[in-house]
Structures are given as C-alpha cells and as structure tokens.
C-alpha cells in the first residue's frame, strides 16, 4: 500500500523532541533597534521601482536596510535621516525590484539529486529518449544504476515507454527513468529482475504494473507499483545529499527564489530514507557549517531552527497525477473508460491521521489533483474543523488542479489555501484535453482566478523538479495560459494579474507557511530578500510578464551573481 505520508502520529512526537531544544527564538527578536530614532542604515537602495507587497505602501522608489533586515522603505527624501558616511548607497537605474520569491512546493533535494541525474525533460522523440540512455550507459560501470527523470510522452505524441526500448542497451546496468510528474517510472527488464518483480506479480492497492495485452509487465509502475522498485535503488550518500542541497539553492538564487517549502525526497520511486535524516544529515550539517544560502522550510508549523530553516506539517497524498491517468475524477478517463484514477491512500488512515494532525496544531498539506479528489479532501477538512477547535489552520490542498463546479467556493468558505503550480499548465493543456473532453478540460482546469476571487489568497510555486524552479515563468504563465504552440489562452477567464501573481510567490505564499511574520514583502523589520530584475520598466512587466532576474539578495546580502 503507497501510504505517503511524511510524518505519521509517532514522528509528530519526534518532531516535539527533535526540535525544541534546537529552537533560537534569539535571532528574530534582534531586531528591537529598528524602532529607535538614532539607527544607521548600512545601505540604501535607490531610484528603483520597488513592488513590495505590502498594501500598506505597495511601491516605493527606495528602501534602507541593517542587520539584515528592511528598515524602511518609501522615497529617498524619507530615509536620508537614516544614512551615514558608513551607509552604502545602490542606485537602481530604474530597475525592478520585488520580494524575494517563495517557491511554495518543491522537492529540493530531490531536484538537486535529478541535476546530477540522465535530464530527460523536453525530449521529443523515442529515438532521442533511447539515445539519451544510451549516452548514460557509456560511462557507467557494470552494476551501477541509470537514474534519472523528467520524460513527458506526450510531447513526442503519447507512446509510453517500454522496457524493450533500453534493454538491449542496458543489459548490464539496471534503469530507473522517471516522467517528469513523478507519478510513474519506466524500469528495465534487468531492475525488474533485481526487484523481483515478473509478470505474474500483483498491482499494489494504489498502483498499477502496465501490461502488454499478453499481460507481460512492460517496466511501467504507476504511483504505488513504484514502491515495489524502491529498494533496489541504491540511497544516495550523505555527500550526493549535500551537494545537491548545494547545488539546488545555487539554482534557485539564480532564479530569485529566496525561500522555498521543501516536500522531501517523498516522490514514489525516489530512494529514501527518512525525513529526519535528511534533515540531520544534511540541512542541519549546512545550517552549522554556515551554507544554507535560501530559506527552507521543512513542512511548517511555525517552528523555527535557525533563520534558515523551519519545520513544517504533515503531507499525504489522496490521488496520483492527470499524465498519468492517476488523478481521481468523478468521470472517466476518455482514452481509459473504465479509469476513473487511483485513491492512492486508504481513506479512513488519512482522516484518522489528519485528525490527529489538526488536534496536535500542525498545519496539514493534502496532494490532490482530480476533482473529486479535491473534494474528498475538502469534506475531510471540514469534518475535521468542526471536530476540533477553532484556530488558524491555513490546511492546504496541494495542486488543486482539476476542479468541479463550485469547489473552487469551498476553499475560500472553509479557508483552506490551493497551493498551485501555473508552469503545469502549459505540459498538461493538450493532454487534460485528451484525457478528459474539451468540455471538462476548459471548465475545471487551473482555476485560478476563481480560486483568488472565493479564497483571496493563492500560494504559487514549480513543484519542481516537475519543473523548472523559475517563478519568472510561472508568473508569466499564469498571466498568460498560453501553451506552447497555442495562440491563445486556456481559459482566458483564469487569468490573473502581474499583481496577483507576484503576491502569489511572495507575501501569499509566506502567509501558506505562517512566516508571513518575517518574510513576503519588504516591510520594516521584515528579513531583506528581494530580487533585483532586469527591466526598467513596470507597464512592459505588466503588459508582457517577462523579465529576468539581475541579482538576488537574502538578508540583506548578495547571495546571486
Ligand atoms: C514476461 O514474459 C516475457 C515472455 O515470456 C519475458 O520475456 C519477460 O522477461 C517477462 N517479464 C518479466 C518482468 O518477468
Ligand atoms: C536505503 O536506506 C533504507 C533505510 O535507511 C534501507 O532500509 C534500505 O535498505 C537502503 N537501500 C539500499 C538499496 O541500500
Ligand atoms: C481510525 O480511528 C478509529 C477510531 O479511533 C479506529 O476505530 C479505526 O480503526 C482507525 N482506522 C484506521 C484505518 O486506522
């Protein structure tokens, strides 16, 4: 059974444990100075165009910042009190800046891990993505494993891969290859060997072995079958795990990403251990040696190990993904008709679980993509409310990406927050067309706009290595909805403003994680992450959403170029 859940009734007292003697409530209550009259900026950043976040002043031309923190911001004429001859002064030349952005869903060093791995997003072809195996094959011992992932069949057309693709190339190494939804792999006929799985082996509840029409297994395993390869996968080291954690955070500052909510390594099929060694092992082994350089916030409470790290909830998913005709929906798949996707966890374990989540105050993020998925969750959500007492939950739904008629009312009336990925958008418009008739497909597809209008709020991220890590582009993506070779928007109705969207990676997705209080917009005495961009010009950013990002500071310091 595919029970992805990260933190079960037991580890949530681990967590008490592990973390509160950790706790340095210090380094957030440093920052009494900034209400004393005789501060002294140690430097200004001026003749910019500042989007901030904060409606309370939501531009501003300049903004002083010290100990790493913004001290205050509006025009120059109103921070000069603040400069000495000590105070470094920047001048902008116009250019933008915004809050350093906050990827609300990714799998950092699962993404880290997949960089030093076979890259096989956007390939078009079978004979490109056999060639790119093939090319893997080359330097590899004997023995050793082929991991990789990112493939996306339906932009070569919809064939799903085969072992016989690989395995005359690959008779001596075995292969796992994910698609890029990380909802199913392709295993060579060599690592089904070594995971003992044959063609009399059973589906797994939640996971399905694909099978020829002679019922051989074909080395597909949608989402819970991917269990059955996952032992076999040798884990990744402690020094693989640093040096992705590493080379993750370069990619992310590279992109303006100062922030990111980490899903852990929980992508079926992935070799894992468990959260709390990755966390020991590697982000707490960064964080003493002084190389955390984005924030990461572990599935949140409101916990806080350092200024870098703090500890997050509790995750699970109910269903699998659309490419991979996994999302659970009220109506079957069109090129399927008896799938109606897979419940990936035992109902009753994920209420009983989720119950003793919310009465324990942890905040709780469900993965669901198909409709009645979605509200399968929301009914459990508010049987759980009501059950418990009231408080701020801000419980989430993950993708909330397929959506019956008036759902999209129930997350604003029982405030629960879609945390939303708009780049999967422009993989998934030709496929959710196939898979589920235009009719459905237009109507309840990437609701976002009516997702803001009932909830007000959206926390925006990649869900990367899904895709990119690149806010930029899903900014742009969810202004615009046009899918590669369309003319048009999917859905123009959905479409949301530059706005809406720059709150959605900023001061929305901070409040999604409960550190709205420190991060999310430049405010006075709010940590100083923010992202200088390319443009000098707010209308073209707000009539074409492209820009690129010039420099991105985190507390206050240059951490990209
Ligand atoms: C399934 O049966 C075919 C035909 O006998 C065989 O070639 C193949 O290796 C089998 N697959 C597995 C996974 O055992
Ligand atoms: C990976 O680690 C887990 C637990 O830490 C262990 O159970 C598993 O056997 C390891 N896998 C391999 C292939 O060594
Ligand atoms: C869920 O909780 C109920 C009540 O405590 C218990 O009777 C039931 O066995 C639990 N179910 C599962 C699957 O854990």
């Known amino acids: 059974m595919n029970l992805l859940i ?9 967590l008490s444990v592990l973390v509160f003697p950790l706790l340095d409530n210090q380094w957030f209550l ?18 910019g165009f500042i989007f901030t976040s904060d409606p309370s002043l939501p531009f501003a031309d300049s903004m002083a910042v010290r100990d790493g923190r913004v001290l205050r911001v509006g025009k120059f004429s109103s921070l000069q009190n603040l400069c000495r001859d000590e105070t470094e002064v ?3 030349d116009g250019k933008v800046v915004v809050p350093g952005f906050i990827d609300s869903h990714v799998h950092l060093l699962f993404g880290g891990l997949q960089m030093a791995q076979v890259e096989l997003h956007g390939l078009n072809s079978k004979d490109e993505f056999i060639r790119k195996v093939k090319d893997a094959v080359n330097d590899k011992k004997h023995g ?29 190494n075995p292969v796992w290859l994910s698609r890029m939804d990380g909802h199913m792999g392709l295993a060579n006929s060599l690592s089904m060997k070594m995971a003992g799985i044959t063609n009399d082996t059973q589906d797994p509840p939640g996971g399905t072995i694909m099978r020829t029409i002679d019922g051989e297994a074909t080395g597909l395993l949608i989402d819970s079958a991917m269990e059955l390869i996952r032992p076999s996968i040798p884990n990744a080291s402690v020094d693989e795990r640093r040096e992705a954690l590493l080379q993750a955070s370069n990619l992310a500052l590279q992109r303006g990403v100062t ?25 707490l082994w960064a964080n003493s040696m002084g190389k955390m350089r984005i924030r990461d916030l572990i599935r949140k409470t409101g916990r806080v ?10 995750k699970a998913f109910a269903d699998g993904s659309l490419g991979s005709n996994s999302a659970l929906m009220y109506e079957p798949y069109i090129d399927e008709p008896n799938n109606y996707g897979l419940q990936v966890t035992d109902p009753e374990t994920l209420f009983n679980l989720s119950m003793a989540a919310d009465y324990a105050g942890l905040q709780i993020a469900v993965h669901a993509i198909g409709d009645r998925a979605n509200d399968l969750i929301l009914d459990m959500y508010e049987s759980v409310i009501s059950a418990n007492a009231m408080r701020e939950r801000r419980h989430r739904i993950e993708h909330a990406q397929h959506l019956a008629l008036g759902t999209p009312e129930r997350f604003g009336k029982l405030g629960v927050i879609a945390s939303v990925q708009p780049e999967h958008l422009l993989y998934d418009a030709n496929s959710a067309i196939k898979k589920l008739g235009a009719d459905r497909a237009h109507k309840e597809s990437y609701l976002f706009h009516s997702l803001l209008a009932s909830s007000r709020q959206l926390a925006l991220g990649s869900d990367w290595p899904v895709v990119n890590i690149n806010p930029l582009g899903g900014i742009k993506t969810a202004m615009k909805r046009i899918p590669p070779g369309w003319d048009h928007a999917w859905i123009p109705s959905e479409r949301i403003t530059l706005g809406a969207a720059l709150e959605g990676f900023t001061i929305s997705a901070a409040r999604a994680c409960f550190l709205d209080e420190y991060l999310g917009s430049l405010s006075p005495g709010k940590l100083a992450d923010f992202v200088i961009l390319s443009t000098d010009s707010w209308d073209d950013f707000v009539a074409e959403g492209s820009a690129s990002v010039e420099a991105t500071y985190v507390g206050g310091i240059r951490a990209y170029p």
């Open 30 to 47: 440093k920052w009494k100075w900034f209400s004393s009259s005789s501060v002294v900026a140690d430097f200004v950043v001026t003749n």
């Open 259 to 283: 922030t990111v909510v980490d899903f852990g390594r929980y992508l079926p099929g992935s070799s894992v251990e468990t959260p709390w060694e990755d966390l020991s092992d590697v982000y």
């Open 305 to 314: 190990i350092s200024q870098w790290i703090y500890l997050g909830g509790v």
């Open 144 to 172: 050793s494993w082929i991991l990789g992932g990112g493939w996306n069949n339906d932009i070569w057309g919809g064939d799903l891969p085969m072992a016989s693709w690989i395995d005359d190339i690959t008779p001596n």
């Open 6 to 14: 990260l933190l079960s009734a037991s580890t949530v007292l681990l």
């Open 90 to 92: 920047m001048n902008l």
